[in-house]
C-alpha cells in the first residue's frame, strides 16, 4: 500500500473537549475482548440500550457488523486480522475524538493489536474490557454453530480450536459470563464508568 506524501491534517474549531462539555459524558472506548460466544455482542448490544436510556451518546462497533462493509475485504489469516483490528482502532479514535463513548465487539485475540489500539487513545480513554468464559462454555453455547464446523475442520485459523486466544494480562474490567447474566454485567460495567466519572 503506497501512501501519498501531500496530505495535510486538518484541525476542526470543535474539538473533543466542547463534545465532552456538551454530552456532559466522557468519550472512552469500551473494548470488549473474548472467545467467540463468550457474550460480546450480547453484553455491548444491552449496554448501548442501557445508555442511550440514560441520555448518553454511544455508538457499538461490532466484530460480524463490521466485516460486512469497511472490512469486507479482510479474512481472518494473522495478517488480515491485525488489519481488522488497526482499522476499527482507528475509527473507534474518531468516534472517541466525537465524543462518543465506543463499544468494540471484536474477539480481537492478539495482545499486541490491542496494546496498539490503546496506543491511539490518551491515558484512561480505552477500558479492556475480557468477556471471560471458558472455551468449554462458548463450545457448548455455539450460537453461530462456528465451533463445531471448527472442530470439522470446515473453518481454518478458529480462535481457540486452531488459533490461539491471548488473554488480556491487565484488563480494567473482567466480566464473567459464565457466572453472570448479561443485566448483572450491564449493571458493573455502567458502575464503573460512574464511579471513574465517564458518565
Known amino acids: 500500500m503506497t501512501q501519498t506524501k501531500n496530505i495535510v491534517w486538518h484541525d476542526s474549531v470543535v474539538t473533543k473537549q466542547d463534545r465532552s462539555k456538551q454530552n456532559n459524558h466522557q468519550s472512552p472506548v469500551l473494548w470488549f475482548t473474548g472467545l467467540s460466544g463468550s457474550g460480546k455482542s450480547t453484553i455491548t448490544v444491552e449496554l448501548e440500550k442501557a445508555l442511550f436510556e440514560k441520555g448518553i451518546r454511544s455508538y457499538r462497533l461490532d466484530g460480524d457488523n463490521i466485516r460486512h462493509g469497511l472490512n469486507n475485504n479482510l479474512g481472518f489469516s494473522p ?47 480505552f477500558i479492556e474490557v475480557y468477556v471471560k468464559c471458558s472455551l468449554e462454555k462458548c463450545e457448548a453455547r455455539d450460537p453461530k454453530g462456528l465451533y463445531q464446523k471448527a472442530r470439522a475442520g470446515e473453518i481454518k485459523g478458529f480462535t481457540g480450536i486452531d488459533a490461539p486466544y491471548e488473554e488480556p494480562e491487565h484488563p480494567e474490567l473482567v466480566i464473567d459470563t459464565e457466572n453472570k447474566s448479561v443485566d448483572e454485567a450491564v449493571a458493573e460495567i455502567i458502575a464503573y464508568l460512574e464511579t471513574r466519572n465517564y458518565i
Do not use: C, H, M, W
Open 79 to 125: 495478517e488480515d486480522r491485525k488489519e481488522n483490528i488497526r482499522r476499527i482502532g482507528e475509527v473507534a479514535k474518531l468516534l472517541n475524538d466525537a465524543g462518543l463513548i465506543t463499544l468494540t465487539a471484536f474477539i480481537s485475540p492478539y495482545r499486541q493489536d490491542r496494546d496498539n489500539v490503546r496506543k491511539l487513545l490518551a491515558d484512561g480513554e
